[in-house]
């Protein structure tokens, strides 16, 4: 039977994050994919221009028009915002008792343009990261959710167990930004770090050497919800998304004049990032 996954998510008009990259991650991974829109934002892969929210109400009306119609076999939420767009997609998730929840606890664009309210923070820790079956916060989300520098390999082993007590099932923790600080430069090894309360396990791939990193984040939480749609246990689902993630990067696109975006669809489009 068909899957069908939903990204709860903001609108990147460059096509490289966001809803557009969720989208395009569920297609090419054979997955229908459906949307609510949180958030839009006017950007490109330089930055970020404009943000304007959606209004709770509308995100509201969204979530139960996909649930009261179509049966949904996982979720991703990436941009939520604000606390009140938080607030409304909580009692979605639990009126409509949604199973599969990815959380990609997005804060900030890569270009540095901030994508969550800082007085959402608690709201988002209290509220909706309980539901989650699991979070994929990158170095710079996991040091804000807990007040402290993750800058480490070992201080991502020590995060992801922390994390796991904010009541979410399962953590992983992205290393794309770790660096090896005795050689002040990026790690040879793109290495994420998982737990879920019993198995601490490292997902990892060799480093591409490119730019085009935009939406790497993205593309990889919706990826492990694909997985999870389609019914794999969150480890397969996660060694699955891993591949897919670092094949998109491999292939990622020369688009624009900033990083450019990861590619989906590289049998079919065939420019490539240097
Ligand atoms: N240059 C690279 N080569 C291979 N894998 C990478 C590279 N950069 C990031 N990754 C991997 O891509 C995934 C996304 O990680 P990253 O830490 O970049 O997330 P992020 O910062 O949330 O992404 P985004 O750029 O969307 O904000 C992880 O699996 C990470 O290990
Ligand atoms: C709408 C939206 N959602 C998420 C991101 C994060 O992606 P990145 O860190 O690659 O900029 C983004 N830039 N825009």
Redesign the pocket.
């Known amino acids: 039977m068909l899957k069908k996954a939903l990204t709860i998510a903001g609108s990147d008009s460059g096509g490289g994050?966001g809803i557009q990259a969720d989208l395009k991650t569920f297609s090419a991974l054979g997955v229908y994919g459906l949307s609510v829109i949180t958030s839009i934002t006017a950007q490109n892969t330089t930055g970020v221009i404009a943000v304007e929210d959606i209004s709770p109400t509308m995100v509201a009306k969204q979530i139960d028009a996909v649930f009261s119609d179509i049966q949904i076999d996982a979720v991703k939420i990436g941009m939520v915002s604000n606390r009140e767009i938080i607030k409304v997609i909580v009692e979605g998730l639990r009126k409509w008792d949604v199973k599969n929840i990815v959380l990609?606890p997005v804060m900030m664009s890569?270009s540095g343009s901030r994508l969550l309210d800082v007085e959402a923070r608690s709201t988002l820790i209290k509220e909706l990261i309980p539901l989650a079956d699991i979070i994929t916060p990158?170095?710079f989300e996991a040091s804000i959710l807990l007040e402290r520098d993750v800058i480490t390999l070992k201080d991502m082993e020590n995060a992801v167990k922390e994390l796991t007590k904010m009541g979410c099932s399962s953590v992983l923790l992205?290393?794309?930004?770790l660096t090896d600080r005795t050689l002040a430069k990026l790690t040879t090894k793109?290495?994420?770090v998982y737990y879920d309360g019993q198995s601490l396990l490292r997902y990892q791939?060799d480093?591409?050497k490119?730019r085009n990193?935009?939406?790497?984040?993205?593309t990889?939480s919706s990826a492990i919800a694909a997985y999870l749609a389609f019914g794999f246990k969150m480890d397969r689902s996660i060694a699955r998304a891993?591949d897919y993630?670092?094949g998109a990067?491999q292939n990622s696109l020369n688009i624009g004049d900033g990083p450019g975006p990861t590619n989906h669809f590289y049998n079919l489009w065939k420019e490539k990032g240097e």
Do not use: P, S
Not at 174 to 177: A, I, Q, T
């Open positions: 994050a990609d890569e990158n170095l992205k290393g794309g930004h793109a290495i994420d791939a480093r591409v490119t990193i935009h939406g790497t984040g993205c990889y891993k993630i670092t990067i």
